[in-house]
């Protein structure tokens, strides 16, 4: 069985949006902290390395579309417990929306070629969409588990996941291969091993272009069906304040009462 | 000359900090007040390697380099004194000595669920009530052969993680004539009939690292259990010393930089006479002071650990490394509080234990007066 992980590399936790007046997006850390692995596909890496340990799979293979500097976030995986790495970059990519990127995505899961399960996080804490999962099942033809909080079965061609709603929790069995997109509640990610580190660091990491990937339907800026080009901080809100002068506490609480009637505020 | 760690040095320590950060630092007070060993977070250590950094990956350990082994515990240090000090006894002290004199067969028993923290911990008992800087001269704890066992008889103090521990590396005279070829290391397994382990001995910081007495009592262990030569006991364990020495001064490094961090955090926040403390030239100079020879000091225990990887001797080194270090995280750890002013001396505040459980650096391991006599015989040919 294999399994591919996706994963993004994101800024840190702590890293603070802003937008300039020119429209430019910095996400920098006040502590100085680089980027990270997407804090959600924690989970999604801990999950796609207990395939391998609990379920029989034989690859777990990190992949990731994004800039050289992604490689550390790849790393970062190995070091838990993947078993090979896949770098997807190319300047013809930039600037892809997450339907053009869900297309490198599924290119690329292609060619791996005999994947069963694509594990993925719930959602990027940058981008927060939450849609590249469901668009790249959509592009594979397979089917979507999202929010899965346990695999309780592999086994047979099938997939037996517990999906974590809004309203409750549900229990679904599906034909492989599958897609799933896996929340916090999943399990407890594993912190990357010393010997795991020197692992990934001594790892050669393949960078697969836009001429190695048979991309249907078109990546990066130009295919990109999401408009960009006007980007502004949120103004701040505006408000004014009124003081309520009255003789007495109840004569204030009457006029505030008013006020809020008129205001339809209650 | 290269004063830069390697990129797998800075993933090391990058991911430790990320694990203390969140296991250890934030119960470090929880860890003191206490005296609870934090299992929890140690138990998490096995898996990625922290209990076995400097084991061979045959017997389940990380293997790192000398340098990225001080690093880690230098972070555990920052994070929390108690469980750094029980990590690196249960490294420098246990497994140490194991790895360099075990046999083949006593690595394959003891290593791998030692340093994959599926077992407890390992420590090193040297020290008794009448031995502690003087160990040829004082040790009683005797070993004596009776067929195909050692019996031994005795009674050791201050031994950290006795009661955490699975496995005693225990020094014992086996030859009463005396002289320095009279000492041995022997593997006692913590289970074995005959020991008494005392309850843990009230001290004045790093609570949540039991330290007891304990008493050996006819315990009787397999010849086999012999570990190393027999005779070579002060020699062998003078060389773990060593290696636990290193550990120390970055032990000390780690608790000097936590409470140096405090202290700038402090600094930045406390206002007098209008303005923040950082502001003061007599604060300035005690911070300045403490991040130069913080600098020092870790230079100083990476130099010494750096030789010792590369397998050149390191004695004097070592003993500069941990006397210099952890002088310096006592004068730094009593600046801080000194920044706090009154609320240094609160335990409501970080200083106040880094001060506790830093002041025992000076003295276990060897005494700071030890390591000079150390230093002294190198330097004076004496
Ligand atoms: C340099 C740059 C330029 C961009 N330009 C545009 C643009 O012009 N127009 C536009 O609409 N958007 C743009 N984006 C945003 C980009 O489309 C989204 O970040 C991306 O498609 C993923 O969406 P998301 O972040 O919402 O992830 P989500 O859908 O929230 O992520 C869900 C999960 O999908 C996986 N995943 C997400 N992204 C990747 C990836 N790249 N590789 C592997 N797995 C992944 C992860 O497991 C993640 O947890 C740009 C982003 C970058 C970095
Ligand atoms: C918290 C804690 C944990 C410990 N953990 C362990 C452990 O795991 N295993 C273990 O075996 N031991 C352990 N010890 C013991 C520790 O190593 C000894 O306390 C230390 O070596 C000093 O020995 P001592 O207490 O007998 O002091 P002494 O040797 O009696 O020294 C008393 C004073 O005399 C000075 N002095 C002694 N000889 C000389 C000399 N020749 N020249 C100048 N000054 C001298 C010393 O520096 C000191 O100031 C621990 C101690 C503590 C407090």
Redesign the pocket.
């Known amino acids: 069985m294999k399994v591919v ?4 590399q994101t800024p840190s936790t702590t890293a603070v949006l802003t937008v300039d007046t020119g429209g430019n997006v910095k996400w920098d850390d006040p502590g100085g902290k680089p980027n990270v692995l ?1 804090p ?2 924690e989970y ?1 890496v801990e999950e796609g390395i207990r395939l391998k340990e609990n379920h029989g799979a034989t690859d777990v293979i990190v ?5 050289e500097e992604s490689q550390e976030a790849l790393k970062t995986s190995l070091a838990m417990g993947c078993t090979a790495a896949i770098l ?1 970059s190319d300047a013809a990519f ?5 339907t ?3 297309r ?2 599924a290119a690329a899961i292609n060619k791996v070629g005999g994947v069963d399960i694509a594990v ?5 804490i ?8 469901m668009q ?1 099942a959509r592009k594979l033809g397979w089917t979507p588990l999202t929010y899965v909080s346990a695999i309780k079965e592999v086994g047979g061609g099938k997939i037996t996941v517990e999906r974590l709603l809004d309203d409750g929790k549900e229990t679904v069995t599906a034909n492989l291969p599958v897609v799933i ?1 896996v929340v916090k509640e999943i399990n407890e990610p594993r912190y990357p091993s010393l010997m795991g580190i020197r692992k990934a660091s001594r790892a050669e990491i393949p960078t697969w272009g836009a001429g190695d990937l048979a991309v249907a339907g078109g990546a990066g ?1 130009a295919a ?1 069906k ?1 408009d ?1 080009s006007n980007i502004y901080a949120i103004p701040p809100r505006v408000g004014s304040v009124e003081m309520i002068t009255a003789d007495t506490v109840e004569e204030q609480a009457r006029i505030l009462a008013d006020k809020l009637f008129e205001e339809k505020v209650i | 000359m290269d004063f830069q760690l390697t990129e797998e040095q800075r993933e090391f320590r990058h991911v430790v900090h990320e694990f203390v950060a969140k296991e250890l630092k934030p119960l470090a007070r929880h860890t003191d007040e206490s005296g609870e060993f934090n299992w929890t977070a140690v138990k998490k250590m096995g898996p990625l390697g922290l209990l076995g950094l400097e084991v061979p990956e045959e017997y389940g350990g990380a293997a790192v380099d000398a340098i990225s082994a001080a690093i880690a515990i230098e972070e555990l240090g920052w994070g929390c004194g108690s469980t750094a000090l029980a990590i690196s006894a249960h490294n420098g002290l246990a497994l140490g000595p194991i790895v360099k004199y075990g046999t083949e067969a006593q690595k394959q028993e003891w290593l791998p669920p030692l340093a994959t923290g599926k077992g407890k911990l390992g420590c090193l008992s040297l020290t008794e009530p009448g031995a502690g800087s003087d160990l040829q001269g004082g040790v009683r704890t005797t070993a004596v052969k009776e067929g195909d066992s050692w019996i031994i008889d005795g009674q050791k103090m201050w031994m950290t993680n006795a009661s955490i521990s699975d496995l005693m590396v225990v020094l014992v005279r086996t030859d009463p004539g005396g002289g320095s070829r009279s000492l041995s290391h022997i593997l006692v397994p913590t289970n074995t009939p005959g020991i008494t382990v005392a309850p843990a001995e009230k001290k004045m910081g790093l609570k949540g690292s039991p330290t007891h007495a304990v008493t050996f009592d006819e315990v009787r262990v397999p010849l086999s259990n012999l570990l190393g030569t027999e005779g070579r006991g002060l020699q062998q364990t003078l060389a773990t010393l060593d290696s636990g020495r290193v550990g120390i001064g970055a032990l000390a490094v780690g608790l000097g930089q936590a409470a140096y961090e405090a202290a700038i955090k402090y600094a930045h926040e406390r206002e007098t006479f209008g303005q923040p403390i950082k502001r003061h030239q007599a604060v300035q100079w005690m911070l300045a002071d403490a991040a130069t020879e913080l600098q020092a000091a870790r230079l100083m225990v990476y130099w010494a650990a750096w030789l010792k990887g590369l397998g050149k001797p390191y004695t004097k080194e070592a003993a500069m490394a941990k006397l210099f270090a952890t002088e310096v995280s006592e004068r730094v750890c009593r600046n801080a509080i000194q920044v706090h002013g009154g609320y240094g001396y609160s335990a409501e505040f970080e200083v106040e234990r880094l001060y506790r459980d830093t002041r025992l650096m000076t003295i276990g391991e060897g005494t700071s007066e030890i390591q000079r006599l150390v230093i002294a015989r190198h330097i004076l040919d004496l």
Not at chain 1, 63 to 67: F, M, N, R, V
Not at chain 1, 126 to 133: E, S, V
């Open positions: 992980v996706c994963i993004k997407n959600w596909d999604a992949l990731t579309a994004g800039s997807v930039s600037g892809s929306d997450t053009g990127t869900a490198i995505l993925f996080g719930k959602q990027a940058d981008g927060d969409t939450g849609l590249t999962p790249v997109s800026a990109s999401v960009w």
